[in-house]
DNA sequence: AGCTTAAGAATATGG
DNA sequence: TCCATATTCTTA
């Protein structure tokens, strides 16, 4: 592992490319800046020759048989080598992985079968990759001159649909992965938009893990994040636009080029775009964060995406029915408590009789929310909960929508992702402006935790009724000899907020109550109740509240949430507030992010707020809270990845571990890990999320306590005793 | 008329 | 006038 290095002074790792840039049009002045910024190395040798120390691990394949002795060449009007891998000779593809050791760059996009590349707007998401085109820059002894380089550089094509390469003869095969290997531990800089898709690929057809632990591929769509979280989903196109203006994509109309030639320009544009990029980050102080946590993340999420989860699908069809059943009763009973039929799942036929018919907003002694912009009144949760004990219908509502939520979304939208019984979810490491990860096809990230209760009216004899209970995560279950293994940080976030603040009641509150849960703690405190007796429903209020207040709401909506008056709410607010004083610390966030116009987390995540000193105030203080809660949010997530990285490190060195990372869901990760194995894994987890509080520049001032549970399904875990 | 689409509301998660 | 995600559903 890299690790995270703020010395100035000793040399940052870079993309280890020496000065052979070509931009094409691009202004003299960033020219000159990408020059001074590419002068040294990862190891901070000089370049632009650096040792070739490492190859890959295996030798070069000097047995290659003998495939097609025709030799295809196709030149462009630039001069550019495109070549056909399956029409080399042994010689040729010997000189290729030579070729591949010594290159200074290798540039790669898959090509898909609808004739795109991974550097076109995606519009099919299920087209095949048909084959894939690289770049492989060389390295050059002379200075470099524009027309020897366009002229040294090669672009190799291989075609390997489905039918001709994955499964197809065994030489070719060989070759393919020879290549890929050569590419992966090459010393050259890989360069990859979406590189993510493209390792999932590889690594499912014709690579294990150990095969790709080392690689870092460098993906021009996360460096973009990075400078602008904002911009999640720009394709490349929208990249080149935006960050060297100068640049065009090829295609300039004067000779009808083909897909692959395009592609090829493309890939040169990309090379560019990437150095770019790379002299931003390290302008912006991002590229630590870059090359430490975000690269070595891509490889994790591309294995995560291969593995799958199975599913109880018996289980799941069960509960499809027996909830459909049940919500045909609630609408029966809503309707009779409405006194006419109604539509239970429009919200704007619930509102009419609510208010129109009952008017039981008069009858409320709390004022009844409005919607944010229809200036009508609300009919969400908080605004039902007031109404509950003037009517029948409120309730039963509430627990419809419950009810509904759950089968459409965790029980028949889950059947959707199913595919042989598993599902894997897609990650996204690009679409939050928090630094955190984001999942979908399905969602495991939102997936209910606590289970829905209600009773079960039986129709034969008698009114016995039976109480059932739904776990949505029990439909996710480990495989045979598996068991899952959930690490999860203990109120990360709070405890970030102790370090920032340095507040003497949040740090006592951290080593102090070491052994008892800090919200179960507050929550039994406020409510007067004894602390065995909380529920986790009581607890997860405490936890909304103290949340809530460190972030700034407001004593209305403390008060929905605590179902007391505004001026009680504003009371408990401002007591809280005393006893832990984080006031200086989010006002020296404000302050600092007022100034620069940004504000950064622990590992220097950056996030822009220009509406920070907007005039308006409602947007201003939006910026403000958002200001303090990124910097606490970021952190974590930057923790959370960081815990990633090691704990896949550590599992790919370990000769026995069979350990896979499954989901990240933010403070947990989730592991399937061989039942023979389960307590010497636990114990290198704990050990390793808890002592990322002293890891490279981290040093918190709190402990960073972690909670291990295992079980055969994710809706029935245990607890872990572990040293 | 029936069709698609985009936005908003509601609710699930995480802190 | 807590923050930030995804999904489903309704509505225009």
Redesign the pocket.
């Known amino acids: 592992m890299s690790r995270i290095d703020a010395d100035k002074d000793q040399a940052q790792p870079s993309m280890n490319i020496p000065s052979s840039i070509e931009q094409q049009g691009a202004d003299s002045e960033t020219h000159r800046k990408v020059l001074l910024a590419l002068g040294t190395n990862a190891e901070g040798q000089s370049l632009p020759f650096p040792e070739l120390k490492r190859h890959s691990s295996e030798k070069p394949e000097r047995s290659l048989p003998e495939v097609e002795v025709k030799r295809k060449f196709n030149k462009t009007s630039e001069g550019v080598n495109l070549q056909n891998i399956w029409s080399m000779d042994q010689e040729q593809q010997c000189s290729l992985l030579d070729d591949i050791r010594r290159a200074q760059a290798i540039v790669l996009t898959m090509l898909f079968q609808n004739g795109s590349s991974q550097l076109c707007p995606a519009k099919d998401e299920n087209t095949l990759m048909s084959g894939l085109l690289v770049l492989i820059k060389k390295k050059s002894n002379v200075v470099p001159c524009k027309a020897e380089l366009e002229h040294d550089n090669n672009y190799i094509h291989m075609t390997v649909t489905d039918n001709r390469l994955w499964k197809i003869d065994e030489t070719q095969h060989k070759l393919l992965r020879s290549v890929l290997i050569h590419i992966l531990q090459s010393r050259a800089t890989v360069i990859c938009f979406n590189a993510k898709d493209f390792l999932r690929i590889i690594y499912r057809k014709c690579m294990t893990s150990r095969d790709v632990a080392h690689s870092v591929i460098f993906d021009p769509r996360i460096a973009a994040w990075l400078l602008n ?1 904002a911009d999640s989903n720009s394709s490349f196109e929208d990249l080149v636009r935006k960050h060297c203006a100068t640049l065009s994509t090829g295609a300039t109309g004067d000779a009808p080029d083909t897909h692959l030639q395009i592609t090829c320009k493309k890939l040169s544009v990309l090379y560019n775009l990437m150095l770019t990029l790379e002299h931003k980050l390290q302008a912006e102080g991002l590229w630590d964060l870059f090359y430490n946590i975000e690269l070595p993340l891509i490889t994790i999420l591309a294995a995560m995406e291969n593995c799958s989860i199975e599913i109880n699908q018996e289980e799941l069809k069960r509960t499809s029915v027996l909830l459909g059943i049940q919500l045909k009763e609630l609408e029966k009973e809503a309707q009779h408590a409405a006194g006419q039929k109604f ?1 239970l ?5 619930l509102r009419t009789i609510l208010f129109e018919k009952f008017h039981l907003h008069l009858k409320c002694k709390n004022k009844i929310p409005q ?4 200036h009508v009144l ?4 908080p605004a039902l909960n007031q109404l509950k004990d003037l009517h029948p219908l409120p309730g039963i509502v ?1 627990q419809f ?2 009810i509904q ?2 089968k ?2 965790f029980v028949d ?1 889950l059947f ?1 992702y199913v595919n042989k019984g598993c599902v894997s979810p897609t990650w ?1 490491q690009t ?4 630094g ?1 990860l ?6 495991i ?6 289970s829905v209760q209600f009773e079960k009216q039986q129709h034969l004899q008698g009114k016995t009724s039976e109480t059932i209970t739904i776990n949505p995560r029990s439909m996710f279950v480990s495989s045979k000899d598996h068991s899952f293994l959930a690490a ?2 203990s ?4 405890r970030l907020l102790a370090h920032f603040s340095a507040d003497p009641a949040l740090l006592k509150l951290f080593h102090e109550t070491a052994r008892t849960d800090v919200f179960t703690n507050l929550a039994a405190q406020w409510k007067d109740i004894a602390y065995e007796n909380i529920t986790q429903a009581d607890r997860e209020q405490a ?2 509240v103290v ?2 207040v460190i ?4 004593k209305e ?1 403390l008060a929905e949430c605590l179902g007391t008056t505004p001026a009680e709410a504003n009371t408990f607010m401002e007591r809280f507030l005393q006893k832990y004083r984080v006031s200086d610390f989010t006002q020296k966030v404000i302050q600092e992010c007022d100034s620069k116009g940004f504000v950064i987390s622990l590992m220097g995540r950056k996030r822009p707020l220009p509406h920070i000193t907007s005039r308006h ?2 947007l201003r ?2 910026a403000e ?2 200001a303090v ?2 910097v606490i ?1 970021g952190s ?1 997530a930057d923790l959370c990845k960081l815990a990633m990285i090691k704990i896949s490190a550590s599992v790919t060195s370990s000769f026995h571990s069979t350990a896979r990372l499954i989901a990240q ?4 990760l989730l592991f399937e890990v061989q039942d023979s194995q389960l307590q010497e894994f636990a114990e290198v987890v704990k050990h390793i999320m808890e002592s990322l509080q002293h890891a490279d520049d981290v040093h918190l001032k709190v402990p960073l306590k972690v909670i291990l549970t295992s079980g055969k399904s994710w809706g029935c875990m245990t607890e872990l005793q572990v040293k």
């Open positions: 979280p539509r799942t429009s919200n704007n036929e919607t944010s912009l229809g609300s009919t969400a949760e509430l929508r419950q939520k759950i459409s979304t939208g959707t996204n679409g939050t402006v928090s955190r984001s999942a979908k096809h399905p969602n990230q939102g997936v209910s935790k606590f999860d940080f109120q990360i976030e709070l936890k909304r949340y809530s972030y700034g709401i407001g909506r105030y409602g203080a939006q809270r958002q809660n990124f949010q974590a869901i933010h403070d947990e």
